[in-house]
């Protein structure tokens, strides 16, 4: 893990918490929102079920969803400038625990999203029956994951 202020201190157990607020269904894709000073899940939503939406409309739909987990931010102060959260989403699929172009197209829906909310935009996360990983430093396990179908 690096000192990048939005990675995740445990992925495991974030995801494990964001399982108990939207539990992770195949096909299932889920934004949630954690709060950079404890760590803790404070919302999750499911973003799609089934095909994720492209380009324009995937970005617009992560701003929306942005707009519903996180304040607004503000411009005041040295701690983070209203910076409080980070925003991670999760890819429930099938197949391999690794990156591929389905999550490198929520990486790039959050890039043009422009929430201007506090929060970064998070890592994208895959759980699959095989466990789970981490798109941008490659981090991994065997739970949470989904059920074999």
């Known amino acids: 893990m690096s000192d ?3 990675d995740l201190e445990n992925a495991e157990q974030t995801l494990r918490d964001i ?7 195949m096909g299932h894709v889920i934004v949630a929102a954690v709060e950079l000073a404890t760590q803790q899940v404070t919302g999750a939503r499911v973003a799609v079920v089934g095909e994720p939406p492209d380009g324009r409309d995937a970005s617009e739909l992560v701003r929306g969803l942005a707009e519903q987990l996180v304040p607004e931010r503000w ?4 701690d983070g ?4 959260h980070v925003l991670v989403t999760v890819v429930c699929r099938q197949g391999r625990v690794i990156g591929t172009e389905c999550e490198s197209a929520w990486l790039m829906a959050w890039r043009r999203s ?11 996360y895959v759980v699959t029956p095989h466990g789970w990983g981490d798109y941008l430093d490659h981090r991994a396990g065997y739970e949470p994951c989904l059920d074999a179908v």
């Open 4 to 6: 990048d202020p939005w």
């Open 19 to 25: 399982a108990a607020i939207c539990p992770f269904v």
């Open 75 to 78: 411009a005041s102060g040295r």
């Open 81 to 84: 400038h209203g910076i409080t």
């Open 114 to 124: 422009n929430p201007l909310r506090g929060a970064f935009n998070g890592d994208v």
